[in-house]
């Protein structure tokens, strides 16, 4: 082993790119067991951006996914000691499947760089914390500045994704090393090998997590991420969706699955210096770091077979570092449609070769050989864009237009975005859920009868559904797969059922949910205006449907007719109420006598029809009358029992307000009762309450 003794805060390169001697009695087993080990050295050191590169047992450079140099444990342990190589494990192109417990999943690698003091058993808090989060295998890294956990998961294999910290808090003291100033997390499950050195952190088993659970793992990364000031994963792609596309390169460029484009490689001049130049800029701008491989393996010969006697590491390391700089400053250019037109120009080109794609099912639908749910699978991996063809995608595309205000095209195209969860938000509550402009407050349609939903909590309910519907969606996309023949399809399938089970988890966020809500109140759909609530004057709601006070019958209850307002009452046509009858007549008498200890009453039946139709007229939303009655009298008279009974069985019709809500100076309010008390004593005893 080698043993560090760096104090200095300027640490030495050299030193910092030690490699240590793996301690296999750490390693788990399931690791330990396996055949696809390797030997790796760091190249180009000098230049400050030294790169790990697979070896084999000469020194020669070789790709993780070489079998020849693929060995055991014990003999990539061995040559340390012989020629000091570290040992890794290699990932190959599509994943390495591992089994654990009864179960089968790929090796994921959770790779923290920056976050441990250099040459110390301390993490930072952020490291700390995750890595209890994580709770599986955990190894210091070969540079002593971070570290690696292993997981096993059912989740498909994705190459690199990085998310990016704000600095670290060691960088004051270490300021040479570049890790602490670019704090990152990276993780990945294929198309690249694992650095190995056995010096674990806690015990050295394995866990395994479900597709769900590292989706949310990564989610809870990407928070803490941004939340400390980092980038995260930036603003491509969903935090949950860990691929390749679009996070490492550029997400407007069709890439070539790894044969195919080793194979379109192998017919591209590599000793021409502009055909060398253009493929750096292709490969950095369509496949963005996971381009250097293949350009390595491109520049070096290892493509055609042929090895190019002036290859220089170094120069083809800048030259692709240059590449990606030039990508940043300038993203739209060559890309995988370049390299192929520049394979094809070559007259040894096969011209029936047939090209596979990271979205082959794109091809499938292109070429009209895909059997299962079409529309499915396309609307989930390109929106209603539909099939891609990549000779016409090598660019971005320009948006559309909106040709009118009552255009719905644009609303109901289902995606994963915040509007495509509010297009299937639409289609899922079908009108039942609707946004008050005016009032800022949502209504709801809930047994058989619109209502105020004042906190949300009824559209929150509603909005979960979207997650509901993204997870049913996977489920079938996992069905179509089961019965698709071509490997490839299937394999496209799958992953738009992956795609749909992570966005399914982010519809249950509270980010995604606010902007569910937020986004749907500006969709026109959702949106009436209040003077469409209640809008008959002549229809009264009621308990069980609504009356038309025109004719006095019963009818159900109308979605389109927006009775917001209901009373508590069950109406029944044939229902009799002797007693309120009774009252009416007892407050609409004259003054009454005792006769026989029973209380005698002059009745005016001419002031009780009135009064009853006065609060008839009270239950319309009826005012061309430009009346306003007042209930007046010394007390004791029925005045508030009448009223209060109205109020109870008129329900969200009545309010009550204080007299200074029409009177605001309280010498008019003084004058306004003389007045009444005067025109009361000028009215005929008959008419008087």
């Given at each position: 082993?080698?043993?560090?003794?760096?104090?200095?805060?300027?640490?030495?390169?050299?030193?910092?790119?030690?490699?240590?001697?793996?301690?296999t009695v750490n390693i788990p087993d399931?690791?330990?067991?396996?055949?696809?080990?390797?030997?790796?050295?760091?190249?180009?050191?000098?230049?400050?951006?030294?790169?790990?590169?697979?070896?084999?047992?000469?020194?020669?450079?070789?790709?993780?996914?070489?079998?020849?140099?693929?060995?055991?444990?014990?003999?990539?342990?061995?040559?340390?000691?012989?020629?000091?190589?570290?040992?890794?494990?290699?990932?190959?192109?599509?994943?390495?499947?591992?089994?654990?417990?009864?179960?089968?999943?790929?090796?994921?690698?959770?790779?923290?760089?920056?976050?441990?003091?250099?040459?110390?058993?301390?993490?930072?808090?952020?490291?700390?914390?995750?890595?209890?989060?994580?709770?599986?295998?955990?190894?210091?890294?070969?540079?002593?500045?971070?570290?690696?956990?292993?997981?096993?998961?059912?989740?498909?294999?994705?190459?690199?994704?990085?998310?990016?910290?704000?600095?670290?808090?060691?960088?004051?003291?270490?300021?040479?090393?570049?890790?602490?100033?670019?704090?990152?997390?990276?993780?990945?499950?294929?198309?690249?090998?694992?650095?190995?050195?056995?010096?674990?952190?806690?015990?050295?088993?394995?866990?395994?997590?479900?597709?769900?659970?590292?989706?949310?793992?990564?989610?809870?990364?990407?928070?803490?991420?941004?939340?400390?000031?980092?980038?995260?994963?930036?603003?491509?792609?969903?935090?949950?969706?860990?691929?390749?596309?679009?996070?490492?390169?550029?997400?407007?460029?069709?890439?070539?699955?790894?044969?195919?484009?080793?194979?379109?490689?192998?017919?591209?001049?590599?000793?021409?210096?502009?055909?060398?130049?253009?493929?750096?800029?292709?490969?950095?701008?369509?496949?963005?770091?996971?381009?250097?491989?293949?350009?390595?393996?491109?520049?070096?010969?290892?493509?055609?077979?042929?090895?190019?006697?002036?290859?220089?590491?170094?120069?083809?390391?800048?030259?692709?570092?240059?590449?990606?700089?030039?990508?940043?400053?300038?993203?739209?250019?060559?890309?995988?449609?370049?390299?192929?037109?520049?394979?094809?120009?070559?007259?040894?080109?096969?011209?029936?070769?047939?090209?596979?794609?990271?979205?082959?099912?794109?091809?499938?639908?292109?070429?009209?050989?895909?059997?299962?749910?079409?529309?499915?699978?396309?609307?989930?991996?390109?929106?209603?864009?539909?099939?891609?063809?990549?000779?016409?995608?090598?660019?971005?595309?320009?948006?559309?237009?909106?040709?009118?205000?009552?255009?719905?095209?644009?609303?109901?195209?289902?995606?994963?975005?915040?509007?495509?969860?509010?297009?299937?938000?639409?289609?899922?509550?079908?009108?039942?859920?609707?946004?008050?402009?005016?009032?800022?407050?949502?209504?709801?349609?809930?047994?058989?009868?619109?209502?105020?939903?004042?906190?949300?909590?009824?559209?929150?309910?509603?909005?979960?559904?979207?997650?509901?519907?993204?997870?049913?969606?996977?489920?079938?996309?996992?069905?179509?797969?089961?019965?698709?023949?071509?490997?490839?399809?299937?394999?496209?399938?799958?992953?738009?059922?992956?795609?749909?089970?992570?966005?399914?988890?982010?519809?249950?966020?509270k980010a995604r949910l606010d902007a569910?809500?937020?986004?749907?109140?500006?969709?026109?759909?959702f949106i009436i205006n209040a003077i469409?609530?209640?809008?008959?004057?002549?229809?009264?709601?009621?308990?069980?449907?609504?009356?038309?006070?025109?004719?006095?019958?019963?009818?159900?209850?109308?979605?389109?007719?927006?009775?917001?307002?209901?009373?508590?009452?069950?109406?029944?046509?044939?229902?009799?109420?002797?007693?309120?009858?009774?009252?009416?007549?007892?407050?609409?008498?004259?003054?009454?006598?005792?006769?026989?200890?029973?209380?005698?009453?002059?009745?005016?039946?001419?002031?009780?029809?009135?009064?009853?139709?006065?609060?008839?007229?009270?239950?319309?939303?009826?005012?061309?009358?430009?009346?306003?009655?007042?209930?007046?009298?010394?007390?004791?008279?029925?005045?508030?029992?009448?009223?209060?009974?109205?109020?109870?069985?008129?329900?969200?019709?009545?309010?009550?307000?204080?007299?200074?809500?029409?009177?605001?100076?309280?010498?008019?309010?003084?004058?306004?009762?003389?007045?009444?008390?005067?025109?009361?004593?000028?009215?005929?005893?008959?008419?008087?309450?």
């Amino acid at each position: 082993m080698t043993i560090l003794t760096q104090s200095s805060n300027n640490v030495d390169q050299f030193d910092l790119y030690a490699i240590q001697e793996p301690l296999t009695v750490n390693i788990p087993d399931e690791l330990a067991q396996q055949n696809n080990w390797l030997n790796w050295k760091y190249t180009d050191i000098e230049s400050g951006k030294p790169r790990k590169c697979p070896v084999n047992a000469q020194g020669l450079l070789r790709g993780y996914n070489d079998t020849s140099i693929h060995t055991n444990l014990k003999t990539a342990r061995d040559r340390f000691k012989t020629k000091c190589y570290g040992s890794g494990i290699s990932l190959h192109e599509n994943g390495l499947q591992v089994g654990l417990g009864g179960q089968v999943g790929y090796l994921w690698c959770i790779d923290f760089d920056g976050f441990a003091k250099y040459n110390e058993p301390i993490v930072d808090d952020d490291g700390f914390e995750l890595m209890n989060l994580l709770s599986s295998y955990t190894e210091i890294s070969p540079s002593r500045t971070g570290f690696k956990t292993f997981l096993v998961s059912d989740k498909q294999p994705t190459t690199k994704s990085k998310i990016e910290f704000s600095p670290s808090e060691y960088l004051d003291k270490y300021p040479s090393i570049s890790k602490y100033e670019h704090r990152a997390i990276e993780i990945f499950s294929k198309g690249s090998f694992l650095t190995i050195t056995g010096d674990a952190v806690g015990g050295k088993d394995l866990r395994f997590v479900t597709t769900v659970d590292l989706d949310s793992i990564i989610t809870i990364i990407n928070s803490k991420a941004v939340a400390g000031g980092g980038k995260g994963l930036g603003s491509v792609g969903s935090v949950a969706s860990v691929s390749g596309a679009g996070v490492i390169g550029n997400a407007s460029y069709s890439k070539l699955l790894p044969a195919s484009l080793e194979f379109v490689l192998r017919y591209i001049d590599n000793v021409d210096e502009q055909a060398w130049s253009d493929t750096a800029n292709a490969l950095a701008r369509a496949y963005g770091e996971d381009g250097r491989e293949f350009f390595i393996d491109y520049s070096s010969g290892e493509a055609t077979g042929e090895v190019y006697e002036g290859f220089d590491l170094g120069v083809v390391n800048a030259r692709f570092d240059r590449a990606l700089r030039e990508v940043a400053r300038k993203p739209d250019g060559f890309g995988t449609k370049h390299l192929i037109e520049v394979a094809q120009a070559n007259h040894a080109y096969p011209r029936d070769t047939s090209l596979q794609y990271e979205d082959a099912l794109a091809n499938a639908f292109a070429k009209g050989t895909y059997s299962g749910n079409s529309d499915y699978a396309r609307n989930e991996l390109f929106g209603n864009e539909g099939a891609r063809n990549d000779s016409q995608r090598e660019g971005p595309q320009p948006a559309g237009k909106l040709t009118s205000i009552q255009d719905l095209t644009m609303l109901e195209q289902v995606d994963n975005t915040d509007a495509g969860n509010v297009a299937i938000f639409w289609k899922l509550t079908t009108g039942d859920v609707r946004y008050v402009l005016e009032r800022k407050q949502w209504i709801v349609w809930v047994d058989n009868c619109w209502q105020l939903d004042a906190g949300c909590a009824i559209v929150h309910q509603k909005m979960l559904l979207v997650s509901n519907y993204h997870k049913q969606k996977a489920d079938k996309f996992y069905k179509d797969a089961e019965v698709t023949g071509s490997p490839e399809q299937r394999k496209m399938i799958q992953r738009a059922a992956g795609m749909s089970v992570k966005w399914s988890i982010q519809c249950r966020n509270k980010a995604r949910l606010d902007a569910m809500l937020g986004v749907a109140q500006r969709d026109m759909r959702f949106i009436i205006n209040a003077i469409k609530l209640d809008s008959d004057p002549r229809i009264l709601g009621v308990a069980n449907g609504s009356v038309d006070l025109r004719t006095g019958n019963l009818r159900a209850n109308s979605r389109d007719d927006f009775v917001l307002k209901r009373s508590p009452i069950r109406f029944d046509p044939n229902a009799h109420a002797p007693r309120w009858i009774k009252f009416i007549d007892e407050i609409t008498s004259s003054a009454y006598r005792v006769t026989n200890d029973k209380p005698e009453f002059t009745l005016r039946p001419h002031l009780a029809s009135y009064l009853q139709k006065v609060l008839g007229y009270c239950m319309t939303g009826l005012v061309h009358e430009h009346v306003l009655f007042m209930a007046v009298g010394r007390g004791a008279n029925g005045k508030n029992v009448l009223l209060d009974t109205f109020k109870a069985v008129s329900g969200d019709y009545c309010e009550t307000i204080t007299p200074e809500g029409v009177i605001v100076k309280s010498s008019v309010w003084q004058a306004v009762k003389r007045l009444s008390v005067l025109a009361c004593q000028s009215l005929p005893h008959h008419l008087q309450i």
